[in-house]
């Protein structure tokens, strides 16, 4: 039987919701200090905020959930100064996911000549290095690199978000250069 309504909110209201435990535990895998670490990296780096255009290359769109997640309340990425923009005009960073289709192929390469210069690619996933487990398809040109130079790769299938911070880190650890 369903419990009425004002039992529910009853138990919410003294016990917090089921999707929150994991909050109530302050940064258990860390992953907060190592995106205010990187946050304080995009400062010294470039001065302002990282700005981030995501390309769907081709993916399943596992990778898609894990930036999703990177991007959710709970790693709430944007209030250490990255963030996703809605055109690569105004990114810094192209985050290529998937196998390039052929499809997609022009689409990614017309994106990669729209945003400005200095600019970062990185090819997120398995699937970004050298087409992963859609390699070989008549529908695939193959990896990132296929199409346009690609700064760092970031290995998994998915990468978690944790990857993805850790690369995103070591991307601007190797920058030595303020973008104007
Ligand atoms: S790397 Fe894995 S999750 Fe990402 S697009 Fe390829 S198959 Fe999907």
């Known amino acids: 039987m369903i419990p009425p309504i004002s039992k529910i909110l009853f138990h919410h209201l003294v016990n917090g919701p089921h999707t929150m435990s994991d909050r109530l535990v302050p ?12 946050g304080e990296m995009v400062r010294e780096k470039l001065g302002r905020s990282l700005s981030i255009r995501e390309v769907d290359a081709g993916s399943c769109n596992g990778c898609e959930l894990e930036i999703h997640a990177v991007n959710s309340p709970v790693y709430d990425l944007e209030r250490f100064g990255i963030r996703f923009v809605a055109s690569p005009r ?88 303020a973008k104007p």
């Open 90 to 177: 105004h990114a810094d960073v192209l985050l290529v996911t998937g196998p390039v289709t052929a499809n997609m192929a022009e689409a990614l390469q017309r994106t990669y000549d729209a945003t400005p210069a200095p600019k970062w690619v990185v090819a997120m996933g398995d699937c970004a290095k050298d087409g992963g487990c859609f390699a070989g398809s008549y529908a695939v040109v193959g990896g990132v690199s296929a199409v346009v130079p690609v700064d760092l790769h970031i290995p998994g299938c998915p990468p978690s978000p944790r990857q993805i911070l850790t690369s995103l880190l070591a991307l601007l650890d190797s920058v030595d250069h």
């Open 27 to 38: 940064d258990p895998d860390g992953t907060e200090e190592l995106a205010r670490t990187l």
